[in-house]
């Protein structure tokens, strides 16, 4: 059924959009309860479905892990990616610049990669400025989720590895196991609450600096004597931009790590607010991602 509302071509906002009538006549076309209800279920559950066999995920949706997503998903379209985030907002630290100011400082050469986002900066020679940090993430959010091949599950916290030993015992990450986040922080005063799998060929953790919920596959890893943990270091911008960037890597069979959580596994110093790392990290763990693909998809067939 289509409504019949008239268009207010006199309106002071006319020029600018499309979308005025006539405020006194208006009226929404119908729809039952029960109709809003069935268009999100159905495309979630599908989506579950669909992303239960992943190709690649992505744990955490901070400047690191949406740099990651882009590059990725549109270098190869064929490839599953889903993306897990564990608040309901992405972004991590990156809403705003530092100490709750606006600006974003980015290092050069990562200005080439925000040209080609198209979002305008400030010059400042060896540095850029975007005017708000949510300029960024905003914009490189809404590339990655109009990407056929990604799909981003926010609300929900990777709260376990999914892990595989090969013949000649050898183990390696093949997956994740996710919570929404709100069930996540009850299991100290609720009992038993299961949580739901995700299979994949490489997982990339993006999760940030130790925290509430950061550097979560590297903490994971190490609890298990699987990989040795050094905390991230004191703040020395200059270091630690271009350590994060060059020791982006597969720090664990199958697991590439990427962003501030590699200062976790490298004792890394921080940058604090300069974000030229976080994109570079992403970019480098994307190629990374790739380079090891076939070989971990091929392992995930045989060590079914
Ligand atoms: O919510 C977290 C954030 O959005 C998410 N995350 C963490 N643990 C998770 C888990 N499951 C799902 N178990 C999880 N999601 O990961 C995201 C991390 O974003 P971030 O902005 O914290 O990390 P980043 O590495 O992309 O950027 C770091 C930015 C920093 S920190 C820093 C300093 O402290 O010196 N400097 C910079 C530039």
Redesign the pocket.
Known sequence: MHTTNLYNEKSKVAKTTDAVFDWDTFKFAPIRESQVSRAMTSRYFKDLNKYAESDIVI???????LTCAYVLARSRPDLKIAI????VA?????FLGGQLFSAMVLRKPADRFIKELGIEFEDEGDFIVIKHAALFITTICSKVLSLPNVKLFNAT???DLITRKSAAGKTRVAGVVTNWTLVSMHHDDQSCMDPNTINAKVVIS????DGP??A?CVKRLASQGLLERHKMGC?NMNLAEDSIVKNTREVFPGLVCA???LAECDSSN??????GA?VQSGVHAAEVALDIYEERAKQDKLEY
């Open positions: 744990v955490g949706a901070g400047s690191a892990g897990i985030e564990a608040n992405v972004g991590g630290g990156c916290a990777v709260e993006c999760t940030g600096h919920m950061g979560f703040l962003g501030m959580e921080r940058m604090g607010p300069t974000f976080m």
